[in-house]
C-alpha cells in the first residue's frame, strides 16, 4: 500500500508569512509524530498524536507552531508568522499501534525555506 | 536537543570494506532503532534492538546495544556503493513517551 505522504514537497515562504503542511499517514496507523531536521543535523521531535488526540506537543519550539490531526487521520502542522529560524525539512511520521517498539514510517518531508 | 552522538562524523570506505558507526546516549531506554537517510529522502527503518537485548543481526547488518556504557554500533558488511547515505541512531526513552530521539548521524560514502 502507499507510504506516508507530505505535501508540499517544498516550501518557500516570506518571513512572517503563515504556512500549513500535510501529512498523509498510512492508513490505518494509530500514531502520528512530526519532526523538525535542520541541515545536516538529526530528527528532533515536534509532537505526537494517537488518534486524534495530542499526547504530546513538548517538542513544539514556541506558539507559533500549531499541530493538528481532528479526524485521526491526516495531520496539518502550521507555523504563523515564520521566522527564518524555521527553515528546516519537516518529517512527518505514522506507525500502526504506538507501542514503544513499533516501526515509524517516515514520509520525504517537506523542505521550508524562510526568507 | 539531539539525545547523543554519533561517532565518526563522516566514514568513506571501499565498496566490499565493512563499516562500523557507533552511537551513544543519554538516557534510559526502551530501544534502541536504526535509520538510514538517503539525501533529500525520508528516513527508512533498518532495525530496532531492545533494551534486554544485547545484539541483532539482519541480513548484512549487525547491531550491538550495551546498555552499562549507553552506547550502540551498527555494523555494515561487504558495503555496496548503495549503501552510501547518512545513518542514524534513534532511542525510545523507558516509560511512555513514543518518540525518537535521533542522534546527530554518520554520513557514509562507499567508493565503487
Known amino acids: 500500500g502507499a507510504g506516508v505522504s507530505q505535501s508540499p514537497r517544498y516550501k518557500v515562504a516570506k518571513r512572517g508569512q503563515d504556512v500549513a503542511l500535510r501529512c498523509d499517514p498510512i492508513?490505518?496507523?494509530?500514531?502520528l509524530f512530526w519532526y523538525q531536521q535542520a541541515l545536516g543535523q538529526g530528527p528532533e521531535f515536534l509532537t505526537y498524536?494517537?488518534?486524534?488526540?495530542?499526547?504530546?506537543k513538548s517538542g513544539l519550539p514556541s506558539d507559533r507552531f500549531f499541530a493538528e490531526r481532528p479526524e485521526g487521520s491526516v495531520s496539518t502542522l502550521k507555523i504563523q508568522r515564520t521566522q527564518q529560524e524555521d527553515s528546516a525539512v519537516y518529517l512527518c511520521?505514522?506507525?500502526?499501534?504506538?507501542?514503544?517498539?513499533?516501526?515509524?514510517?517516515f514520509g520525504p518531508g517537506t523542505r521550508l525555506t524562510v526568507l | 536537543s539531539q539525545q547523543g552522538e554519533e561517532d565518526p562524523q563522516a566514514l568513506s570506505i571501499q565498496e566490499g570494506e565493512n563499516a562500523t558507526m557507533n552511537c551513544s546516549y543519554k538516557?534510559?531506554?526502551?530501544?534502541l532503532q536504526w535509520y538510514r537517510q538517503n539525501s533529500g529522502r525520508g528516513l527508512v527503518h533498518l532495525i530496532l534492538?531492545?533494551?534486554?537485548?544485547r545484539e541483532k543481526h539482519s541480513g548484512r547488518l549487525r547491531v550491538t546495544l550495551d546498555t552499562s556504557k549507553k552506547s550502540s554500533s551498527l555494523l555494515i558488511t561487504a558495503s555496496r556503493a548503495a549503501d552510501t547515505a547518512s545513518y542514524f541512531c534513534?532511542?525510545?526513552?523507558?516509560?511512555?513517551?513514543?518518540?525518537?530521539?535521533f542522534g546527530s548521524g554518520t554520513q557514509l560514502t562507499v567508493l565503487p
Open positions: 511520521a505514522s506507525s500502526r499501534v504506538g507501542a514503544s517498539t513499533d516501526t515509524q514510517y
Open positions: 492508513s490505518g496507523h494509530v500514531s
Open positions: 498524536f494517537q488518534n486524534e488526540a495530542q499526547l504530546d
Open positions: 538516557t534510559s531506554i526502551n530501544n
Open positions: 534492538i531492545r533494551s534486554n537485548e
Open positions: 534513534a532511542t525510545v526513552p523507558s516509560g511512555s513517551a513514543r518518540q525518537l530521539t
